[in-house]
């Protein structure tokens, strides 16, 4: 570079002509150089993420990010959120219409091209949980249903039991069903076995942001249910919270309020964005060991006396 | 009649379907669901699902959540 400075100034003064061509040349080459490189990463790395589409009930998805439509400040940032995030499904709850006033719909708010996931939020029983997955299903014409059943207030802790028998009878009745649970790779196994499309551990209580708490039992259920599809449910609270549950192997991540009570919601999203697509491809790429002590990356022989 | 509508008790005249009572209501009819005494309603039976004393009436739309 220093040369490059010099024979720049030396043209500069001897001739301002050829320095001007000179300059603009090395910019022409160096921005080739650059754009060539960027479309051929971008390329290579987009194809093995669209190769590796997520997959729920008979829905393919090129965004493994799920985002909320709760605690926006206004419509108009959630949608330019939803757009920055890149995310293609985002959920919605289901509440009694107000009887006082005509109220517009929410759902006019969304893309139309969201594929729109209904939760079961507010429920703590499995029959309140049924019945609310069912009015969601005649209303939305969906079989999509993001399974909750709160046991505790405080915690907003999943009741498992109630879970599992609400997800037994909606797989019955033929929903897609997306359970909220603890992180437990036993009930994980059960709510495969009752039929459900995808799991969904928590990382920590729901809009906690303390980020993945327990990253050996999200591995050990990476590890032992190669082919179950798990998306990490709640508590994320930034990028690499999402980042490191990807890495972990979850297959996807659902998020509400990291993005919608961040301070800019739009930049938060492109962030979770990068940050599951990162996670993802480093968790493809499969880490290196964790050693305790240093291992040189320079040659060790060789060096100068 | 009373039937009880979202929680509240509504005062309404014998007969009325549940077509009767959205239209009543005036809401925005699309994307919304019901429920009849727990039971969800199609869209299709709303004409014929006549009210009477005491039922329940559940009206659920859609809000933001996560």
Redesign the interface.
């Given at each position: 570079m220093v040369t490059t400075l010099k024979l720049f100034t030396l043209l500069a003064v001897a001739n301002p002509q050829a320095a001007s061509e000179f300059h603009d040349n090395r910019r022409k080459v160096y921005s080739a150089f650059k754009q060539n490189e960027g479309i051929a990463m971008s390329t290579a790395i987009s194809d093995q993420i669209a190769n590796e589409a997520l997959k729920i009930g008979n829905l393919s998805f090129q965004s493994r990010l799920i985002i909320g439509t709760g605690k926006y400040r206004s419509h108009d940032e959630m949608k330019r959120a939803h757009a920055a995030s890149g995310a293609q499904m985002v959920t919605v709850a289901v509440r009694r219409v107000p009887l006082d006033r005509s109220s517009e719909s929410f759902l006019d708010h969304l893309s139309p091209t969201l594929q729109i996931l209904p939760n079961t939020a507010g429920c703590y029983s499995a029959e309140d949980a049924v019945r609310t997955a069912r009015l969601a299903r005649e209303a939305l014409e969906t079989d999509l249903v993001k399974l909750e059943v709160i046991g505790d207030q405080t915690t907003l802790f999943p009741d498992n039991e109630q879970t599992l028998e609400a997800a037994k009878v909606l797989c019955k009745e033929g929903f897609v069903v997306l359970p909220y649970f603890n992180d437990d790779l036993i009930m994980a196994k059960k709510l495969l076995d009752a039929g459900c499309a995808a799991i969904m551990p928590l990382a920590a209580p729901i809009g906690s942001g303390l980020g993945v708490q327990n990253p050996a039992n999200l591995q050990i259920m990476r590890e032992q249910l190669p082919e179950a599809t798990i998306i990490v449910d709640a508590g994320v609270g930034t990028a690499s919270d999402a980042a490191i549950a990807m890495e972990l192997g979850a297959d996807g991540v659902l998020m509400n309020t990291a993005i919608a009570e961040s301070k800019s919601p739009e930049q938060m999203g492109r962030a979770m964005k990068l940050a599951i697509e990162a996670g993802r491809l480093a968790y493809l790429a499969g880490r290196m060991p964790r050693r305790l002590y240093a291992s040189a990356s320079s040659p060790l022989s060789g060096v100068i006396k | 009649m009373q039937v009880y509508?979202?929680?509240?008790s509504t005062e309404l005249t014998e007969g009325l379907s549940l077509a009767d009572l959205i239209t009543q209501?005036?809401?925005?009819s699309?994307?919304?669901?019901?429920?009849h005494n727990?039971t969800?309603v199609?869209?299709s039976q709303w004409d014929s699902t006549v009210l009477a004393d005491g039922d329940h009436i559940?009206?659920?739309?859609?809000?933001?959540?996560?």
């Amino acid at each position: 570079m220093v040369t490059t400075l010099k024979l720049f100034t030396l043209l500069a003064v001897a001739n301002p002509q050829a320095a001007s061509e000179f300059h603009d040349n090395r910019r022409k080459v160096y921005s080739a150089f650059k754009q060539n490189e960027g479309i051929a990463m971008s390329t290579a790395i987009s194809d093995q993420i669209a190769n590796e589409a997520l997959k729920i009930g008979n829905l393919s998805f090129q965004s493994r990010l799920i985002i909320g439509t709760g605690k926006y400040r206004s419509h108009d940032e959630m949608k330019r959120a939803h757009a920055a995030s890149g995310a293609q499904m985002v959920t919605v709850a289901v509440r009694r219409v107000p009887l006082d006033r005509s109220s517009e719909s929410f759902l006019d708010h969304l893309s139309p091209t969201l594929q729109i996931l209904p939760n079961t939020a507010g429920c703590y029983s499995a029959e309140d949980a049924v019945r609310t997955a069912r009015l969601a299903r005649e209303a939305l014409e969906t079989d999509l249903v993001k399974l909750e059943v709160i046991g505790d207030q405080t915690t907003l802790f999943p009741d498992n039991e109630q879970t599992l028998e609400a997800a037994k009878v909606l797989c019955k009745e033929g929903f897609v069903v997306l359970p909220y649970f603890n992180d437990d790779l036993i009930m994980a196994k059960k709510l495969l076995d009752a039929g459900c499309a995808a799991i969904m551990p928590l990382a920590a209580p729901i809009g906690s942001g303390l980020g993945v708490q327990n990253p050996a039992n999200l591995q050990i259920m990476r590890e032992q249910l190669p082919e179950a599809t798990i998306i990490v449910d709640a508590g994320v609270g930034t990028a690499s919270d999402a980042a490191i549950a990807m890495e972990l192997g979850a297959d996807g991540v659902l998020m509400n309020t990291a993005i919608a009570e961040s301070k800019s919601p739009e930049q938060m999203g492109r962030a979770m964005k990068l940050a599951i697509e990162a996670g993802r491809l480093a968790y493809l790429a499969g880490r290196m060991p964790r050693r305790l002590y240093a291992s040189a990356s320079s040659p060790l022989s060789g060096v100068i006396k | 009649m009373q039937v009880y509508v979202n929680g509240e008790s509504t005062e309404l005249t014998e007969g009325l379907s549940l077509a009767d009572l959205i239209t009543q209501l005036d809401f925005p009819s699309q994307r919304i669901a019901v429920e009849h005494n727990r039971t969800v309603v199609r869209r299709s039976q709303w004409d014929s699902t006549v009210l009477a004393d005491g039922d329940h009436i559940e009206i659920v739309h859609f809000v933001g959540g996560g």
